[in-house]
Each structure stands twice: as C-alpha cells, then as structure tokens.
C-alpha cells in the first residue's frame, strides 16, 4: 500500500487549501478513507472521514464546517478541502484507510500511511 499527499502549503489565516491523497497497492472503491493531522508536538488525530462509495463523511468537531472530504474512485484520491484556515490548522497532514479514528490509527500502526503534505497557518 503506497499513499502520497499534496497540496499543503504556507498560507494566512482566513485562506483555503485543497489537499489530495493518491493511493495505489489497495482496492481503493473497497476502502473507507481518512484525513489525519500532527500538530508540533503532538500526537496524530483523526480529523475526517469518507465512505467507499463518498455518500457519508464523518468529521472532527475541530475542522466540522471547515473542511470538506471527498474522493474520486476513478483516480484512487481523496481530497480534503480546507476553508477559513486558522493558525491552530498548522500541522503535518496525512491520510490512511479508516472510516473511523481507531480504523485509521491501526492502519498507521501498519505502516498504511503516506508521508503527509505540511499546511502552515500564519496570523
């Protein structure tokens, strides 16, 4: 399983990034998909999730309302849509299989994880 994240960038408050995950050694329609961040010194949490088919999303209350999760099946991508972006959004961001927290975690364990993309929020 190889999972490769862009889109991240250094942008002020207010603005919006668009991240992607692009994912091959997987049967990708099969798996429920999640967003993870690293703040600085943190431990990794779960922010978002979308179903196979991308019918139910599951959010974070952190980011609910301000990011949006979606996927195309035909690419093997997930996106997560990052609006109204505030300095506590600066973090390493990664994703992984799960369709929740605990799912995606393991998987982390597993090593099913990209590297992340780096989104820093400046004031």
């Known amino acids: 399983v190889q999972l490769v994240e862009s889109g991240g960038g250094s942008v002020q408050a207010g603005e919006s990034l668009k991240l992607s995950c692009v994912a091959s050694?997987?049967?990708?329609?099969?798996?429920?998909m999640s967003w993870l961040r690293q703040k600085p010194g943190m431990d990794l949490e779960w922010i978002s999730s979308?179903?196979?088919?991308?019918?139910?999303?599951n959010y974070d209350d952190s980011v609910k309302g301000r990011f949006t999760i979606s996927r195309d099946n035909a690419k093997n991508t997930v996106y997560l849509l990052l609006t109204g972006l505030k300095t506590e959004d600066t973090a390493m961001y990664h994703c992984?299989?799960?369709?929740?927290?605990?799912?995606?975690?393991?998987?982390?364990?597993?090593?099913?994880w990209g590297p992340g993309t780096q989104v820093t929020v400046s004031s």
């Open positions: 992984a299989p799960g369709r929740i927290a605990s799912e995606a975690l393991a998987n982390v364990r597993r090593g099913y």
């Open positions: 050694g997987l049967t990708f329609v099969s798996y429920a």
């Open positions: 979308i179903s196979p088919g991308g019918g139910h999303e």
